[in-house]
T-cell receptor, first 112, second 117 residues
Framework: GDSVTQMEGPVTLSEEAFLTINCTYT??????LFWYVQYPGEGLQLLLK?????DKGSNKGFEATYRKETTSFHLEKGSVQVSDSAVYFC???????????FGKGTSLLVTP | DAGVIQSPRHEVTEMGQEVTLRCKPI?????LFWYRQTMMRGLELLIY????????DSGMPEDRFSAKMPNASFSTLKIQPSEPRDSAVYFC???????????????FGPGTRLTVL
């Protein structure tokens, strides 16, 4: 079945460091891919998405490119801030359905 | 818009008791989803509705769990009887159907943290 695998955290970075959170997926066909972010005590919020191969999603300085050849959707940011501290979830959605399939989440802590 | 509203935010109950979690989706959204979040299993989809009709309940763990959506603005997730292993954060999310719907964003509520003693 469909699945999403994320790198395990927690990830701890200093402010202004470069961030990469790896995400790979297994799915039949051509799913849509998403990154969601969860701040402490809150629900998940959509950060960015890509719906077809080679698409790049971007938002708030974060980027991720849909790579079908490597079945990956890695999240990157050039310079993280303390306010980026949160849990990040990679997710996929089959084009035949409406439900999201989430990875386990990666906790990010950015220190001043 | 107030976003997805869930109540209660926190629930502590004893094993064997009935628990009812409530959700009000964003007005105009056709899809409603219930998720459960635990440390061990992460985020799991329990059930989702389209226009108040359950579409996929394959994620509901067992018969102790039931979900209803009597109208477009209200849904409940009920656990009867509750067990300690049901302790988790339960999220409700809703999504619009415009533009084909499949790639539309799901908007999550703040969650209900359930503790079963």
């Amino acid at each position: 079945g469909d699945s999403v695998t994320q790198m395990e955290g927690p990830v701890t970075l200093s402010e202004e460091a470069f961030l990469t959170i790896n995400c790979t997926y297994t799915a039949t066909g051509y799913p849509s891919l998403f990154w969601y972010v969860q701040y402490p005590g809150e629900g998940l919020q959509l950060l960015l998405k890509a719906t077809k191969a080679d698409d790049k999603g971007s938002n708030k300085g974060f980027e991720a490119t849909y790579r079908k050849e490597t079945t990956s959707f890695h999240l990157e940011k050039g310079s993280v801030q303390v306010s980026d501290s949160a849990v990040y979830f990679c997710a996929l959605k089959r084009n035949s359905g409406y439900a999201l399939n989430f990875g386990k989440g990666t906790s990010l802590l950015v220190t001043p | 818009d107030a976003g997805v509203i869930q109540s209660p935010r926190h629930e502590v109950t004893e094993m064997g008791q009935e628990v009812t979690l409530r959700c009000k989706p964003i007005s105009g959204h056709d899809y409603l989803f219930w998720y459960r979040q635990t440390m061990m299993r992460g985020l799991e989809l329990l059930i989702y509705f389209n226009n108040n009709v359950p579409i996929d309940d394959s994620g509901m763990p067992e018969d102790r769990f039931s979900a209803k959506m009597p109208n477009a603005s209200f849904s409940t997730l009920k656990i009867q009887p509750s067990e300690p292993r049901d302790s988790a954060v339960y999220f409700c999310a809703s999504s619009p159907r415009t533009g084909g719907g499949r790639n539309n964003e799901q908007f999550f509520g703040p969650g209900t943290r359930l503790t079963v003693l």
